[in-house]
């Protein structure tokens, strides 16, 4: 047993985004990261194969066979710029013995056992309802044309436009970026992002590592027939701790002028896709910056109404923030027609009033969502900081028993049919 060989599961740092997509939905808690690399406990693992799908890039499906006494740590994954090669059969015969054989994962470890407390109570794993598939009428996605280990390295795009979308003298600097491709082919969708490459090197010297940043225009480009696209960017100037920190790429990005060259690879992401049939719902919960792709799809929408062309469903906005002035696009959004989109403002830090978010708004309006879950042509998206996850799925959930409606049914529907998709970060 101890010469045992094993297929271990590990995260090639050459094509990661650090998107952290991985880490929050492993049920075993198997990934890590530090401030560069993403990388995964070989002693947790349990196959379960839960991050495969999700993984805009592929990074995540990537194994090597090793003796199971000699399976990579954690130090050795988090000091690498690039994944090892692979170790010869014979090397590995010779090692474990010539008749050993790999080791294959037990199939009941696979399947992820949810997390207890101490108390016995189960812990409410919101990541396990959001769907890996895309909607069945979502147009075709191309993804990875740029990147470390495809044909082009990086593409050069041309900052066009760097406008700020939060109220000047207020905390949350927000940045609306247009990028232009020129004549290089950059095709994306709504719900996708791309990986933004900053300059320069870290403290040890290294390349910075790709930034990704979802993108905030519709398929046809932020100017309509342009090459170009949109990203939100807040500017980062702490920690999730509050401690003062300069994030490279956010900083980097916000202070771009109109003419300034960026690098960029991607695009990624093949099932936060928006659905293309007619009479589609689009129910979409966000907060800060996770607005990006809300504004794609919505402009999508909003382009083809105006065109005559598409008979548009029902679309419902659930926009979260600390304040008014702290919420990106505050003033567009009060200009489109109420019969276009329902819009639903949440804000836990208005002074003088109680803290409201956006999981209170969707209890509010409980009657209108319970009809929208029951209907399969009702698509909901989620985007924004991981701690908001938990508070919508469980109100999603409280809706449709509130409705009488079973949970265990709805959800299992909604993840199978590509209807609930969860991007947070």
């Not at 050459?14 to 939905?25: A, D, F, G």
């Not at 812990?123 to 044309?145: E, K």
């Not at 950059?186 to 930034?211: C, M, W, Y």
Request: aromatic residues 8%; contains cysteine.
């Amino acid at each position: 047993m101890e010469a045992a060989v094993i297929k271990q599961h590990l995260i090639d740092p050459e094509i990661c985004i650090r998107c952290n997509t991985c880490e929050s939905i492993c049920p075993v808690g198997a990934i890590t990261h530090d401030s560069r690399n993403y990388v995964v406990d070989a002693t947790k693992c349990n196959w379960c194969n839960d991050c495969i799908s999700p993984c805009p890039t592929g990074s995540i499906d990537n194994y090597r066979k090793v003796l199971r006494v000699k399976a990579y740590s954690l130090e050795e994954q988090l000091g690498w710029d690039e994944l090892p090669g692979e170790i010869p059969s014979a090397e590995l015969a010779a090692m474990a013995g010539d008749d050993a054989e790999v080791e294959a994962p037990d199939a009941e470890a696979a399947v992820p056992v949810p997390a207890t407390l101490s108390s016995g109570e189960e812990v409410f794993n919101s990541s396990a309802f959001g769907a890996t598939l895309p909607p069945w009428s979502a147009a075709h996605v191309y993804t990875n044309l740029y990147g470390p280990k495809a044909a082009l390295k990086t593409i050069t795009a041309t900052v066009t436009g760097n406008v700020r979308v939060t109220e000047v003298g207020h905390e949350y600097d927000t940045h609306h970026v247009v990028l232009d491709f020129g004549s290089m082919p950059f095709p994306v969708l709504e719900g996708q992002s791309i990986g933004v490459v900053p300059p320069g090197t870290d403290e040890k010297g290294k390349a910075h590592f790709a930034r990704q940043y979802s993108i905030a225009s519709p398929r046809n480009g932020e100017r309509p027939g342009y090459n170009n696209l949109s990203l939100t960017i807040k500017r980062v100037l702490e920690d999730h701790q509050g401690q003062p920190v300069r994030g490279v790429a956010s900083n980097f990005m916000c202070d771009l002028k109109v003419g300034d060259k960026v690098e960029v690879i991607g695009p990624f992401g093949a099932s936060f896709l928006m659905p293309n049939h007619p009479r589609s719902n689009i129910v979409m919960i966000c907060t800060g910056t996770g607005s990006a792709p809300m504004r794609a799809m919505t402009e999508w929408r909003r382009r083809l109404r105006a065109s005559g062309k598409f008979e548009s469903g029902k679309l419902m906005l659930f926009f979260g923030a600390r304040t008014q002035e702290e919420l990106p696009y505050f003033g567009p959004l009060q200009s489109l027609p109420k019969d276009f989109i329902d819009t639903n403002f949440a804000f836990s830090r208005t002074p003088g009033a109680p803290k409201r978010y956006v999981q209170d708004a969707m209890r509010e309006r409980a009657a209108d969502l319970a009809v929208l879950l029951q209907d399969r042509n009702t698509y909901f998206y989620v985007c924004g900081l991981k701690s908001m996850e938990e508070g919508v799925v469980l109100a999603l959930r409280d809706v449709a028993v509130k409705a009488g409606l079973s949970w265990n049914a709805l959800s299992a529907s909604l993840k199978s049919e590509g209807r609930l998709h969860l991007e947070t970060y």
